[in-house]
């Protein structure tokens, strides 16, 4: 396994880069996403900070940080029960909804802390789209309406609706399927179709980030690649954060890689980051050789 | 194509698919059908009943039993024309009132409600639904009556004029609005309240948390949450409590006979004092009526508890096709 060449950035990022570091930020200098991709220019960086999280007294993150990059796909791996859709839930506010759930350090979106009192949680949201494990579309929506739903609930103004459900059916790989058929149920759609009707969904609204909690446990090979073909075309300009219990998909879709891992009377941290090439070629800690190479958990 | 022809195997028999019910099974069957059989004769031996006992007056009045507006047996001229109207305008008022509260109250209950609020709050609306109809009928005569006359009267002077079925006949005296259909309807809002609004409540706090956190992630508020996913998914819960809350008011009886000052015309003016409904008609009548009264009385009580059938069947119809009712869980 090659590890990739690490060079300082100097495109987009940079301004980012400044930006967060005038809130502490330590960030590395490396550049993880791929060659072939380049970060548009309003690409948004996303930052945990030293990021603890309890149920009630039950303490499930221990000091999470993690550099999300624009234009780079994370993936979160580790076993079950480590933490990882917690943290991933806590970066867009959906872990407040929990009753008794609660947290401590910063979640920074371009430098903005999504916490700081000032930040509506409405806002966050809409800005840091999400994917969920099990496809949960607006059953008895038409698909048309699905798509079209983030908008008009949070009563967003749009030119021309048609154009946005198309192009968000277009992103997510689904258009061409149901072209012909806008106006029937949503309920209808096959489980690999809903999930992609539900990350059509979510890029409607169009985030800056994208969450995606094990997005292809639920589906099919078949729907597996096209979701993954998804990611790939839309991460250039939509900052995406996986977890996947899926070691060949987080291999195949990712450019950084965080391990998780709660145990030995500690709660879920991560135990190592960084290129994803790294993570699975050289790791540094042998929990995370074994984990990758399916040894345990 | 080609003309060759492949020769298809014949199908084989299909086969019986028989399953032998083990004893305790086949005794569990047995007992639910029974079961099942017992509620559905007495509903028909009731319809039977009052069918057999109304047949003299029904066969004496004819179709003019459902035309006629008067209610003298004793000389041939009654029917339910007024007192049957008299009941629809009543049930819908209390159905009018008591919906926007009932929903918003079981909204809260579900959707906002800290935990501790929320079964407090249970526990009252319970307790509202098992408090007798003859308090709510006191307390509507003695306590609500005087303070809705102020309100009818503002109603009828200021939308009144623009809106005829809303005027009295004299809005300068309280007696004008006394006993009107606007005060008993009220009245029976506060019956259909609990009702409605603990079958509401809890088609509502079915709504998937999935669709729930698809909303949220959407960045929707709560109020828009909650008009994208928790009404559409409750609208089975919606009809339901109204349709048990009208089934309550077209039935309730003591708390209208107290109220109402029973007359025999169509209640065309709900503000305007006097209505009658059939319930309250057969409170009134039933001590005092001779045997053929007493049939005119049954038949009138046939056709309550033939009305109420059809609405609880169309409203079981809405409620199948819904998705909450269907209980489609996708």
Sequence with gaps: MSIPITEPTTEPTTEHVTGSAAHGAPLPDVQLHPAHRTPSLDATRLTAESVHAWFGSTKVLDDVSLDMPPGVVTALIGPSGCGKSTFLRLLNRMHELVPGASLAGRVLLDGVDVYDPGTAPTETRARIGMVFQKPNPFPAMSIYDNVASGLRLTRRKTRDLDDVVERSLRRAGLWSEVEARLSSAAGALSGGQQQRLCIARALAVEPSVLLMDEPCSALDPTSTRRVEETIEAIAHDVTIVIVTHNMQQAARVSDQCAFFLAGDGRPGHIVESGPTDQLFGAPRDPRTADYVHGRFG | MSALTVAVPAEPPRRDITAVLPRADRRLALGLRGAALTSVSVLGLIGLFLLIKAW????????????????????????????????????????????????????????????RLRSALISVVDLMAAVPSIVYGLWGFFFLQPRLITVSRWIAVHVGGAVPFLSVHDPSTASSFTSSAFIVGVTLSLMVLPIATSVMRQVFAQTPQAEREAAYALGCTRWAMIRGVVLPFGRSGIVGGA?????????????????????????????????????????????????????ALLAAGLVLFAFTLVVNTVAGIIVARSRSGAATEI
Excluded at chain 2, 58 to 87: M, Q, Y
Excluded at chain 2, 90 to 104: D, E, G, N, R, T
Aim: no cysteine; charged share 10%; aromatic share 8%.
């Design chain 2, 243 to 295: 349709m048990l809350g009208l089934g309550r008011a077209l039935g309730e009886s003591i708390s209208v006979f107290i109220i109402v000052s029973p007359v025999f015309t169509y209640t065309t003016h709900p503000l305007q004092s006097g209505s009658n409904t059939i319930a309250a008609l057969i409170v009134e009548r039933a001590s005092e009526s001779s045997t053929f009264g007493v049939a």
């Design chain 2, 56 to 115: 003299p007056a029904l066969h004496r009045a004819g179709w003019g039993f459902l035309t006629e507006r008067r209610w003298l047996p004793d000389v041939g001229r009654f029917g339910i024309a007024s007192v049957l109207e008299g009941t629809i305008v009543i049930a819908s008022i209390a159905l009018v009132v008591a919906l926007p509260v009932a929903v918003a109250v079981a909204l809260f209950i579900s959707e906002a409600a800290p935990p």
